[in-house]
């Protein structure tokens, strides 16, 4: 399988998005902010779809819309964490832009390429990468993942209790936009690779069955990452093994299934903590 260019390129590039992603969402997950990194992965795809129309390159859009719109939703929110009614309004616009730019591009854009390039923005083309943007996005993970790691501790404090991580001097605020640039860098890394409409899942299901298997957050953290590590090296073994199957659905099946597979082994060890105390 690694005697294949593409399948090494596949598998730097997803391991260093899923890194990331374990990561970040296990933090999303922790906010309650989940549906951020929903709406921000269809900025994503607006912001490339945007590029693309103005005819430049798709990543331009990739990284720079989706980092000021993050910025822009924090500004909206109390304490840089935008609430639900923010986060809808600027998805709704989001989705009309979306439409407005793939006319726009199709229309305008000659060339064989143009629905080619908008279906890789929204289900991302993990074989098609080459060396150089495999090596490209391994560089923008470690850059994300060493600024995480560096506000963790504080990002955390300030998630489980906000009001006391600000009476002790925490800046809260400042670590909300900082973690929604986290999030809008690691959206725009990942739509090149597993798309924008999947990002989602490889954001949330890793860190939700991590949550559920343990309540100690480095372990958590530590454990989001590994899943989401691990869910992309089973899906992309068993897109090489099987052809018919798309990568990205691989990818999102196996960490689906773990987080199903946490929530089924929560509820036995709750039942058979029941049984032991019923005598």
């Known amino acids: 399988m690694f005697a294949h260019p ?3 390129h596949a598998f730097v590039a997803g391991t260093a998005v899923a890194l990331t992603a374990g990561l970040v969402g296990y933090f999303l997950v922790l906010r309650a902010q989940v549906f951020t990194a929903d709406a921000l992965s269809h900025v ?8 693309l129309a103005a005819g430049v390159d798709a990543r331009v859009g990739l990284f720079a819309v989706t980092v ?3 910025l822009g939703m924090g500004t909206l929110g109390r304490r840089a964490r935008p609430d639900d009614v923010v986060i809808g ?12 730019f793939l006319t726009l591009y199709t229309t305008t854009r000659s060339g064989t390429g143009n629905g080619a390039a908008s279906v890789s923005v929204l289900f991302g083309s993990i074989f098609g990468l080459s060396a150089g943007r495999a090596v490209l996005t391994a560089g923008v993970a470690a850059v994300i993942c060493v600024l995480l790691l560096a506000i963790a501790r504080p990002l955390l404090f300030a998630s489980l209790d906000e009001n006391v991580a600000a009476a002790r001097g925490v800046p809260v605020r400042l670590l909300g936009y900082g973690f929604l640039v986290l999030v809008g860098a690691t959206a725009a890394q990942s739509s090149q690779v597993v798309g924008a409409l999947l990002i989602l899942g490889l954001l949330a299901a890793p860190a939700g069955a991590a949550t559920r298997i343990t309540a100690r957050p480095w372990l958590g953290l530590a454990l989001s990452a590994g899943i989401a590590v691990g869910s992309v090296w089973i899906g992309l073994t068993v897109s090489y093994l099987v052809p018919r199957t798309p990568p990205s659905f691989a990818i999102l099946a196996t960490a689906t299934l773990t987080y199903l597979a946490a929530i089924a082994a929560g509820r036995l060890r709750g039942t058979a903590a029941l049984g032991w105390q019923a005598p």
């Open 68 to 70: 000021l719109v993050a």
């Open 6 to 8: 593409f399948m090494q």
């Open 44 to 51: 994503a795809f607006t912001g490339a779809l945007a590029a």
């Open 89 to 100: 309004g600027v998805f709704a616009w989001v989705l009309g832009l979306g439409v407005f």
